[in-house]
């Protein structure tokens, strides 16, 4: 496992690194520790570090890259490590070659990590002045906010708050890892339960996004939708507003408003013979919910609402390749009122505002993740 650490000075690193050290056996170490390790080699890059550290000047990036990829090519790295002041610049995150598997950003506000410092018992630092340590912590901003964000667009980024608890920040970054810690052993982190992931909103809200995020996890997903459009592709309909009212209002009267929970049952048994997580795109009713309560008894159901303001969510809707015509305050309407879906909207476990973008909305979806399935 090869982790990095990054955070203002005082938010805990080294603290943390060197517990994750003891937990995983892999070593901790910052770039400051690598340059005085390489420092005592008689080899060139030796002599240039040892040279360049005596004199006070910063190493370049152009130098400091190919000498920590170089560093943590060697052997005793292999199994892993945790790395702390590196890297620092977005050019520094960009050229750095060593497959990075989670990038942990202790987070923690100004004035708490400047109390830290002011205040911590630092004997090898001559810079503590408030006035210094307001410049580092500014320098983290400007400098390093970047590589945060980058990490953050490769999907890399676990955000932990820094305020908790020595212990409690601990099993945090554990569970970001998949991990939990048990009689002191590190174990795999166990889902003791199934689970329904039921995504709802109106159109244009999201749900499609949201789908392809837990796609990307590898979970299975059911499209209660899909059965409308296979049965307006069938009978090569036009994708518009009156042929979906139709259809749907068609398979309830034959079935009842549980109607898609009930003719998607086996796929969702299927997928748990699996999974122990199963997303459904798109439940309305709230018969639909009651159904699935009712056949899954031992499943948890968790509902997460979408909500994007109108003009949003009609200008996306607009942009779709196909079904661009399914739009309005029409078909609104009848989504919360002609399904039955506004009870689920309200009586959604959680509610994510889609209305910034894309990464911000990933975001959110990643930190519902984690609280079910952590919780």
Not at 230 to 245: A, P, R, S, T
């Amino acid at each position: 496992m090869k982790l990095v650490l990054i955070g203002i000075q005082g938010a805990g690193k080294s603290t943390q690194g060197n517990l994750l050290s003891r937990q995983f056996d892999i070593p901790y170490l910052s770039t400051g520790h690598i340059f005085r390790e390489i420092a005592k080699e008689k080899t060139n890059i030796g002599r240039y570090i040892k040279e360049t550290i005596n004199a006070g000047i910063l190493i370049p990036d152009e130098k400091t890259i190919p000498i920590v990829n170089e560093y943590l090519s060697r052997r005793e790295y292999q199994k892993g490590y945790i790395l702390d002041g590196f890297p620092r610049t977005l050019y520094q995150a960009k050229e750095f070659k060593n497959n990075v598997d989670k990038v942990i950003y202790l987070d923690i506000p100004d004035k708490e990590a400047l109390w830290r410092l002011a205040y911590r018992n630092d004997s090898l630092r001559g810079d503590n002045t408030v006035a210094a340590i307001t410049r580092r912590i500014e320098l983290f901003h400007k400098v390093t906010r970047p590589v945060i964000n980058y990490y953050k667009r490769e999907g890399k980024l676990v955000v932990i708050n820094g305020l908790k608890s020595i212990k409690e920040v601990n099993r945090e970054i554990l569970k970001s890892l998949g991990k939990q810690l048990v009689e002191n052993k590190i174990r795999a982190w166990e889902l003791r339960e199934k689970i329904i992931l039921a995504i709802v909103g109106l159109p244009g809200s999201g749900k499609t996004e949201a789908s392809a995020h837990f796609a990307q996890k590898k979970l299975p997903i059911v499209q209660f939708g899909k059965i409308v459009n296979d049965y307006i592709d069938k009978h090569k309909l036009e994708h518009i507003e009156n042929h979906h009212k139709r259809a749907r209002e068609d398979f309830r009267k034959k079935y009842g408003l549980e109607a898609f929970a009930l003719l998607n049952k086996e796929k969702i048994k299927k997928a748990f013979e699996k999974n122990s997580i199963v997303v459904i795109d798109g439940m309305r009713s709230w018969e639909e919910y009651k159904y699935l309560k009712r056949v899954f008894p031992k499943v948890r159901l968790v509902i997460i609402g979408l909500y994007a303001d109108k003009h949003i969510r009609y200008r996306r809707l607009s942009q779709r390749v196909d079904r661009n015509k399914l739009k309005g305050d029409a078909r609104d309407v009848h989504e919360l009122i002609g399904t039955n879906m506004g009870p689920t909207i309200a009586y959604a476990d959680f509610m994510i505002d889609n209305n910034a973008t894309l990464a911000e909305f990933k975001n959110k979806l990643e930190s519902v993740y984690r609280t079910v399935y952590f919780s």
